[in-house]
């Protein structure tokens, strides 16, 4: 099943304001945060809102997300008993850092579906590389379970452990996103991109996550709700995108119903790359127009 994961919206799990007003946006997903965003003397109440407003159906045919607890932390075991509640589309482990963490995470969530007696890997991962470690091994992390949808980076944590500056732009981000990017699309999951801290800046978002998309990033999370038409008009192709895609579509398959194996659009030959480019260009679009069409 493909996703359309363009713009990932946190929500502190504590704030009932908040998650009440998370179905006006236009976010591709909700972010329940029990994590980074929900002080530890919050979490039990973040808890019981979110059981509360999943049990009510408040998010009913949205894409909810869990961000859960590192391992080996109590609050883990209290955030997972969050899955027998309904409409969980998956979880984001933090500070994922090799296959082993993730194996873990995975081994947990399994323990939790047979005890509420859920369908096998019903439950989503989309894990949160954080540190030089988890980027060294992202490939791993990628292809450790069956449950990754997804590939998160979180820029600031990969900072604060290599002990890097968030200049403007950030060039100590290239190298992670770009092993990000590789390691999501070599697994066929869909690269998010850490946040954009300058919630108020437009232009500046624009201008970083342009980069991120030409990068192949498919989405990216979002701290604020005023970013989402931003990042869903960014992580989108254009009008112009997706006429030239269905073009060149187009052109090749009418070149192969007529027995022919080159075909050439405005004079140019279209290469094997450019017409997979422009299939899933097409593919894309579509899935945004059936998205759009059932209010998601």
Not at 19 to 45: G, M, Q, R, S, W
Not at 79 to 98: A, E, N
Not at 214 to 221: K, L, P, R
Request: proline share 6%; net charge negative; hydrophobic share 40%.
């Amino acid at each position: 099943m493909p996703y359309l994961l363009r713009s990932m919206l946190f929500i502190p799990a504590y704030n009932e304001k908040f998650l009440l007003k998370a179905p006006e946006t236009d976010a591709d997903a909700i972010v329940l945060d029990l994590e980074d965003a929900c002080p530890l003397e919050k979490e039990a109440e973040g808890r019981e809102l979110i059981r509360r407003i999943l049990t009510n159906g408040v998010l009913k045919g949205r894409q909810v997300v869990i961000r859960i607890n590192e391992l080996g932390t109590e609050s883990l075991h209290a955030d997972l008993t969050l899955l027998d509640c309904p409409g969980i589309l998956g979880l984001i482990p933090p500070k994922v850092s090799s296959a082993k963490d993730l194996k873990e995470f995975d081994r947990l969530v399994t323990e939790k579906e047979k005890e509420y007696g859920l369908v096998p890997n019903s439950i989503s991962f989309i894990p949160l590389i954080e540190t030089a470690g988890g980027v060294l091994h992202v490939n791993e992390i990628a292809g450790a379970s069956v449950r990754n949808i997804a590939i998160g980076f979180g820029g600031e944590d990969f900072l604060d452990s290599v002990w890097g500056v968030h200049d403007e732009p950030p060039k100590a981000f290239d190298v992670p996103r770009a092993m990000v990017v590789m390691a999501a699309r070599e697994n066929g999951l869909l690269p998010i991109d850490t946040p954009y801290l300058d919630l108020k800046n437009e232009e500046g978002y624009r201008r970083e996550e342009q980069k991120s998309a030409t990068m192949g990033f498919g989405g990216h999370f979002l701290l604020n709700p005023r970013q989402v038409p931003w990042a869903n008009e960014v992580f989108s192709p254009t009008a112009e995108e997706i006429a030239q895609a269905r073009r060149i579509v187009a052109a090749v398959a009418e070149v192969r119903q007529n027995g022919g194996s080159i075909a050439v659009l405005d004079g140019k030959m279209i290469g094997p790359p450019m017409h997979k480019r422009a299939e899933k260009v097409v593919a894309l679009a579509e899935l945004i127009e059936k998205n759009n069409r059932h209010g998601l």
